[in-house]
């Protein structure tokens, strides 16, 4: 009987699905035929629908045989309905476009994001479109990912120098970003103010900050997913740009009459390095230098074709270089580049989207300074995955598995000039599955992922509920395993360290306090996040969330290695735990995004506990965008940030090191030591709070109905605040993060 009442249950579904029918398709910009994300397909008459995916994709299933019409709706487009006949047990593709109202809204009901958040789990995630870059002050009159991501809950930024992005309590290597699939080692640029990939080929990104779900592995802290456009299908577009720092192209349009095939080109280069000699006269770094030393070139291309049905084919390529060169003192060049395709799958006559891609990707990294040994890193490999979505009239069943082989190359020295290095080749694959049941009030995904790597088999349970309280009101929880193969050749105890290596896990890691061997070789860390999301009135969102982030095991290179019989490595622990909290306030003019972050970070290496350098305890982050004047043509835009001090570790005195070089023949009443410096306890003092205030303002004329000229002023550090870098003891010098920097640009939009 036990084994007759599932295949019963199998039998009864079988036979239910057989009398019904799915409805399926694409949703397109008719302009550019682009597709169209989260909006509403619905059937004329009845409450049957569903919203548009990051694809543009839309699956109604098990709808009873007749005939609809079929509805789709989209805030700042004209209503589309199409007539359709379904039948028993088939399965209707029905692509559709929609074209942009005339008729201006006074108001925005409803967002992506909102509507999201009442169909999907996503306990720690934030949905970054195109129109939300826009919103941030630029620099040079160009938005950028990196200056969004710097106001994102939970996320602290160390610096406009060689500052890195640490998200709820995990250090950059253990954020992984995907472009397309692709694996991205190096995101960002040196001086912190630029992402590598240009604002106007991302069509959305979706940050997971914890808790994410097994669909993303192989990093124990965030997820950064990143999706670019496809391309204009229709007829050909771009944009030209340039400004005080530097310039770019972005080029896109069809390559093909029929409309079914593009092509995306983008290519920017900065002159900071030269231009901002004009506005600083005077040295602004700990060099004699003028100006900044931070240069870089970023080339990105991509062409897209569909079929009828909507399944689609795209390879993409690039190359992003970044230089900075303290002349006389020390060099950093950095080069990652890359090749990938993804492809989306829809078959005649089954409800499964298939998705996959495959890539290839290198990061190299050299660092050559005054009187050191040049260090090296690299990093080069490919990834591949493929995924299947089997769609229910109540949810959805996703499940893939990935490939990702890789190879090491790293050589650098310590402060004892004791060699590390490794060449290693090495694999993982992956595994999962992941189930989303909805239901009137509950949203209930359970997960599991299984990663195998060269050194071991992590099993990864995941779990996201979400309570549908009121039509307002949600409550959501997350949990997970996680681990990662993968290590960066800096530590969290460094302040400032322009060379960030990378390196697989090493299989000679040191043993635990007690002498027994850890279980595992790879990194590991537990996530629990809970939350509340409260729809306030039409225009106002509020979330509340609050983290635990158990780093269980860390690997680290081992600073305070003297010999070659030193472990190479040390193993720590860490936990992460705080409080996130963010308003939002959106219409049609006024945009305001009001973020406040508590955290506590500790890391313990088995005898000593510490606070990491990027241990910022209070974080305020307040943004708001206004448009204004006669066709809304002017923008005004402001970012505040507010934070509390980072530890540091504190000077008790100084003294003179003899090195006694001549052995016991030295004269040590003659010879000159070196001055060795005496330290507190690690990171028990904290520097001064932070804090700068970045404005901008822009002008668009519309020359004609395809073209429009924008000219935008900003300034970074409007107030020009001396917030402190970190202070160099050996020349008793404070260091400061960049003063006030204006600039202006413009751009042609065609």
Same mark, same amino acid.
């Given at each position: 009987?036990?084994?007759?009442?599932?295949?019963?249950?199998?039998?009864?579904?079988?036979?239910?699905?057989?009398?019904?029918?799915?409805?399926?398709?694409?949703?397109?910009? @008719? +302009?550019?035929?682009?597709? /169209?994300?989260?909006?509403?397909?619905?059937?004329?008459?009845?409450?049957?629908?569903?919203?548009?995916?990051?694809? #543009?994709?839309?699956?109604?299933?098990?709808?009873?045989?007749? =005939?609809?019409?079929?509805?789709?709706?989209?805030?700042?487009?004209?209503?589309?309905?199409?007539?359709?006949?379904?039948?028993?047990?088939?399965?209707?593709?029905?692509?559709?476009?929609?074209? $942009?109202?005339?008729?201006?809204?006074?108001?925005?009901?409803?967002?992506?994001?909102?509507?999201?958040?009442?169909? +999907?789990?996503?306990?720690?995630?934030?949905?970054?479109?195109?129109?939300?870059?826009?919103?941030?002050?630029?620099?040079?009159?160009?938005?950028?990912?990196?200056?969004?991501?710097? /106001?994102?809950?939970?996320?602290?930024?160390?610096?406009?120098?060689?500052?890195?992005?640490?998200?709820?309590?995990?250090?950059?290597?253990?954020?992984?970003?995907?472009?397309?699939?692709?694996?991205?080692?190096?995101?960002?640029?040196?001086?912190?103010?630029?992402?590598?990939?240009?604002?106007?080929?991302?069509?959305?990104?979706?940050? %997971?900050?914890?808790?994410?779900?097994?669909?993303?592995?192989?990093?124990?802290?965030?997820?950064?997913?990143?999706?670019?456009?496809?391309?204009?299908?229709?007829?050909?577009?771009?944009?030209?740009?340039?400004?005080?720092?530097?310039?770019?192209?972005?080029?896109?349009?069809?390559?093909?009459?029929?409309?079914?095939?593009?092509?995306?080109?983008?290519?920017?280069?900065?002159?900071?390095?030269?231009?901002?000699?004009?506005?600083?006269?005077?040295?602004?770094?700990?060099?004699?230098?003028? #100006?900044?030393?931070?240069?870089?070139?970023?080339?990105?291309?991509?062409?897209?074709? &569909? #079929?009828?049905?909507?399944?689609?084919?795209?390879?993409?390529?690039?190359?992003?270089?970044?230089?900075?060169?303290?002349?006389?003192?020390?060099?950093? =060049?950095?080069?990652?580049?890359?090749?990938?395709?993804?492809?989306?799958?829809?078959?005649?006559?089954?409800?499964?989207?298939?998705?996959?891609?495959?890539?290839?990707?290198?990061?190299?990294?050299?660092?050559?300074?005054?009187?050191?040994?040049?260090?090296?890193?690299?990093?080069?490999?490919?990834?591949?995955?493929?995924?299947?979505?089997?769609?229910?009239?109540?949810?959805?069943?996703?499940?893939?598995?990935?490939?990702?082989?890789?190879?090491? =190359?790293?050589?650098?020295?310590?402060?004892?000039?004791?060699?590390?290095?490794?060449?290693?080749?090495?694999?993982?694959?992956?595994?999962?599955?992941?189930?989303?049941?909805?239901?009137?009030?509950?949203?209930?995904?359970?997960?599991?992922?299984?990663?195998?790597?060269?050194?071991?088999?992590?099993?990864?349970?995941?779990?996201?509920?979400?309570?549908?309280?009121?039509?307002?009101?949600?409550?959501?929880?997350?949990?997970?395993?996680?681990?990662?193969?993968?290590?960066?050749?800096?530590? =969290?105890?460094?302040?400032?360290?322009?060379?960030?290596?990378?390196?697989?896990?090493?299989?000679?890691?040191?043993?635990?306090?007690?002498?027994?061997?850890?279980?595992?070789?790879?990194? @590991?860390?537990?996530?629990?996040?809970?939350? /509340?999301?409260?729809?306030?009135?039409?225009?106002?969102?509020?979330?509340?969330?609050?983290?635990?982030?158990?780093?269980?095991?860390?690997?680290?290179?081992?600073?305070?290695?003297?010999?070659?019989?030193?472990?190479?490595?040390?193993?720590?622990?860490?936990?992460?735990?705080?409080?996130?909290?963010?308003? @939002?306030?959106?219409?049609? &003019?006024?945009?305001?995004?009001?973020?406040?972050?508590?955290?506590?970070?500790?890391?313990?290496?088995?005898?000593?506990? %510490?606070?990491?350098?990027?241990?910022?305890?209070?974080?305020?982050?307040?943004?708001?965008?206004?448009?204004?004047?006669?066709?809304?043509?002017?923008?005004?835009?402001?970012?505040?940030?507010?934070?509390?001090?980072?530890?540091?570790?504190?000077?008790?005195?100084?003294?003179?090191?003899?090195?006694?070089?001549?052995?016991?023949?030295?004269?040590?009443?003659?010879?000159?030591?070196?001055?060795?410096?005496?330290?507190?306890?690690?990171? $028990?003092?904290?520097?001064?709070?932070?804090?700068?205030?970045?404005?901008?303002?822009?002008?668009?004329?519309?020359?004609?109905?395809?073209?429009?000229?924008?000219?935008?002023?900003?300034?970074?550090?409007?107030?020009?605040?001396?917030?402190?870098?970190?202070?160099?003891?050996?020349?008793?010098?404070?260091?400061?993060?960049?003063?006030?920097?204006?600039?202006?640009?413009?751009?042609? @939009?065609?």
């Amino acid at each position: 009987m036990r084994i007759l009442l599932p295949l019963l249950s199998i039998l009864i579904t079988t036979i239910a699905s057989a009398q019904t029918g799915n409805i399926r398709g694409f949703v397109y910009d @008719k +302009e550019s035929g682009e597709p /169209v994300i989260f909006c509403n397909v619905f059937l004329k008459g009845t409450t049957i629908g569903a919203a548009t995916d990051i694809n #543009g994709m839309y699956n109604i299933s098990k709808v009873n045989a007749g =005939d609809y019409t079929l509805v789709v709706t989209y805030i700042g487009y004209d209503t589309t309905e199409v007539k359709i006949s379904l039948q028993r047990g088939k399965i209707i593709s029905q692509n559709l476009e929609i074209g $942009e109202s005339s008729i201006k809204l006074d108001e925005v009901t409803v967002s992506a994001a909102r509507e999201e958040m009442r169909t +999907e789990v996503k306990a720690a995630a934030i949905k970054i479109s195109k129109q939300d870059l826009e919103m941030i002050p630029t620099i040079g009159g160009e938005p950028d990912l990196a200056q969004y991501m710097q /106001v994102i809950p939970g996320v602290v930024f160390t610096g406009d120098q060689g500052g890195q992005l640490y998200i709820r309590g995990g250090s950059p290597i253990q954020n992984k970003v995907l472009l397309d699939g692709m694996i991205i080692y190096s995101p960002f640029h040196s001086i912190g103010l630029f992402s590598v990939f240009d604002t106007d080929i991302i069509r959305n990104t979706d940050v %997971y900050t914890g808790g994410f779900s097994a669909e993303y592995g192989g990093r124990i802290s965030s997820i950064m997913d990143i999706k670019t456009i496809d391309g204009n299908k229709k007829e050909m577009g771009g944009k030209l740009s340039a400004n005080t720092f530097g310039s770019k192209v972005f080029l896109e349009g069809p390559l093909t009459n029929s409309g079914n095939s593009s092509f995306v080109f983008s290519g920017k280069t900065s002159y900071l390095d030269k231009s901002s000699e004009l506005f600083y006269k005077e040295p602004i770094l700990s060099f004699d230098e003028k #100006g900044l030393p931070y240069s870089y070139t970023d080339i990105y291309g991509k062409i897209s074709s &569909k #079929g009828k049905n909507g399944s689609k084919i795209s390879v993409f390529g690039f190359n992003f270089v970044d230089n900075v060169d303290y002349e006389g003192i020390s060099e950093l =060049d950095w080069n990652s580049r890359g090749l990938g395709s993804e492809f989306i799958l829809i078959p005649g006559g089954s409800p499964v989207l298939i998705e996959g891609n495959f890539a290839w990707s290198s990061y190299n990294i050299s660092l050559d300074e005054e009187a050191s040994p040049i260090r090296e890193s690299a990093i080069q490999g490919f990834n591949m995955g493929f995924d299947f979505t089997y769609f229910q009239p109540k949810g959805k069943i996703k499940y893939g598995f990935d490939i990702h082989g890789f190879s090491t =190359d790293f050589s650098t020295y310590n402060s004892v000039n004791s060699e590390i290095e490794q060449d290693e080749n090495t694999s993982e694959f992956s595994g999962y599955v992941n189930y989303q049941f909805n239901s009137t009030r509950w949203i209930i995904e359970p997960g599991l992922r299984l990663q195998k790597y060269t050194l071991g088999i992590s099993p990864e349970p995941r779990i996201g509920v979400k309570y549908i309280a009121s039509e307002s009101m949600r409550l959501k929880l997350s949990s997970g395993i996680y681990s990662q193969n993968i290590l960066s050749t800096t530590s =969290d105890r460094d302040v400032v360290n322009l060379f960030t290596g990378i390196i697989s896990s090493p299989e000679d890691i040191s043993e635990q306090a007690d002498g027994t061997p850890y279980k595992d070789q790879f990194q @590991k860390a537990r996530h629990l996040i809970a939350g /509340v999301e409260y729809d306030v009135s039409k225009k106002i969102d509020f979330q509340l969330e609050g983290y635990i982030k158990d780093f269980t095991q860390l690997t680290n290179i081992n600073r305070n290695m003297t010999s070659n019989t030193d472990d190479e490595f040390v193993v720590e622990s860490g936990i992460a735990k705080g409080i996130d909290a963010l308003i @939002k306030y959106k219409d049609h &003019k006024l945009y305001i995004w009001a973020v406040y972050s508590l955290g506590m970070i500790t890391r313990t290496d088995g005898e000593n506990t %510490y606070s990491p350098h990027f241990d910022r305890r209070h974080n305020i982050n307040f943004v708001t965008s206004y448009t204004f004047g006669r066709d809304a043509s002017w923008k005004a835009d402001l970012r505040w940030n507010l934070g509390s001090g980072f530890p540091f570790t504190q000077t008790q005195g100084f003294y003179e090191n003899l090195t006694f070089s001549d052995g016991i023949n030295t004269n040590y009443t003659t010879t000159n030591g070196e001055l060795g410096i005496e330290y507190a306890e690690l990171n $028990e003092g904290r520097l001064p709070y932070y804090h700068r205030l970045d404005a901008s303002i822009s002008k668009k004329i519309q020359l004609s109905k395809n073209i429009n000229i924008d000219i935008t002023g900003s300034i970074t550090n409007a107030y020009n605040r001396e917030n402190i870098f970190y202070f160099n003891r050996v020349k008793y010098k404070r260091v400061n993060q960049l003063p006030i920097m204006p600039s202006i640009g413009a751009s042609i @939009k065609f």
